[in-house]
T-cell receptor, first 113, second 114 residues
Framework: DQQVKQNSPSLSVQEGRISILNCDYTNSMFDYFLWYKKYPAEGPTFLISISSIKDKNEDGRFTVFLNKSAKHLSLHIVPSQPGDSAVYFCAATGTSGTYKYIFGTGTRLKVLA | EPEVTQTPSHQVTQMGQEVILRCVPISNHLYFYWYRQILGQKVEFLVSFYNNEISEKSEIFDDQFSVERPDGSNFTLKIRSTKLEDSAMYFC????????????FGSGTQLSVL
């Protein structure tokens, strides 16, 4: 049962352009969402998060959008830089009844110089 | 910045052997987790631990797995009798428990079962 899905396994973007990574979820109990970035042989590092009471959260070049009715979130990176090349995971959790964070399958972003 | 520390970074073992993966979570954190990632696949939840007991576990976390917080700083994952399919990168994570917060992950232990 894949509760968090990232349907694009990979994405290539030119340096300076916008990268848009998408994530869908199925569990209505999820109300807190996070994006993590992962380099090979390293642990995931936190990028940005959003609570379900918001529809947008911005931190520098990174913006996360949440569409609760569609159970969809996206991460926008603008402008994209070669150092952004990594695997991006979205994750979801609920504020009650669970401690676990469910991760998606990841999207490999390649930013071309 | 404080970090989660995992040792060893690589562990090679024979099938059927016991392994213990070690983690030192961030010192004021209250919730501890183990996740794993089989090569090229998603990061999978194994178990969460709070107040000296398991708070939640996945179907993967069967009787071959156990976790322990033997002292005030270490958090360990034991696999009693390893199988080939246990080969994966194992990540420890922690959070401070004041609300809904981000998980901080260690750099992982690559377990190879031969």
């Amino acid at each position: 049962d894949q509760q968090v899905k990232q349907n694009s396994p990979s994405l290539s973007v030119q340096e300076g352009r916008i990268s848009i990574l998408n994530c869908d979820y199925t569990n209505s109990m999820f109300d807190y969402f996070l994006w993590y970035k992962k380099y090979p042989a390293e642990g995931p590092t936190f990028l940005i998060s959003i609570s379900s009471i918001k529809d947008k959260n911005e931190d520098g070049r990174f913006t996360v959008f949440l569409n609760k009715s569609a159970k969809h979130l996206s991460l926008h990176i603008v402008p994209s830089q070669p150092g952004d090349s990594a695997v991006y995971f979205c994750a979801a959790t609920g504020t009650s009844g669970t401690y676990k964070y469910i991760f998606g399958t990841g999207t490999r972003l390649k930013v071309l110089a | 910045e404080p970090e989660v520390t995992q040792t060893p970074s690589h562990q090679v073992t024979q099938m059927g052997q016991e392994v213990i993966l070690r983690c030192v979570p961030i010192s004021n954190h209250l919730y501890f987790y183990w996740y794993r990632q089989i090569l090229g696949q998603k990061v999978e939840f194994l178990v969460s631990f709070y107040n000296n007991e398991i708070s939640e576990k996945s179907e993967i976390f069967d009787d071959q797995f156990s976790v322990e917080r033997p002292d005030g700083s270490n958090f360990t994952l034991k696999i009693r009798s390893t199988k080939l399919e246990d080969s994966a990168m194992y990540f420890c994570a922690s959070k401070d428990g004041t609300g809904i917060e981000k998980l901080f992950f260690g750099s992982g232990t690559q377990l190879s079962v031969l």
